[in-house]
C-alpha cells in the first residue's frame, strides 16, 4: 500500500479493514480474526464502527472504497 486512500463515514476518517491488511501486510481474515479476538477491548463508536445491511451497503455505494468489498464478510 503506497498511500492510504480517505474514506469518511459520517465525516469521520476510517480505515477499512482491507486497508489495515495492506498496511500490515496481511489478509482481511487475519485482521478480522485479531479484532474479534481482541474485540472486549475496543468500545464501538470510538476505536470501530460496525457497518451491517443497508448501512454497509450505503456506504459502499457512496464510491469511496472498492467495490470488490461489496462481498466482504461482516465481522
Avoid at 9 to 28: G, H, K, M
Avoid at 56 to 72: E, H, M, V
Amino acid at each position: 500500500m503506497n498511500d492510504i486512500q480517505i474514506v469518511e463515514y459520517n465525516n469521520i476518517r476510517v480505515l477499512t479493514t482491507q486497508q489495515v491488511a495492506e498496511a500490515y501486510w496481511t489478509s482481511i481474515d487475519t485482521v478480522t480474526r485479531n479484532f474479534n479476538r481482541n474485540k472486549d477491548r475496543y468500545t464501538e463508536g470510538r476505536h470501530y464502527i460496525a457497518l451491517e445491511g443497508e448501512e454497509k451497503n450505503a456506504f459502499i455505494d457512496l464510491g469511496q472504497i472498492d467495490r470488490g468489498l461489496k462481498k466482504c464478510q461482516n465481522s
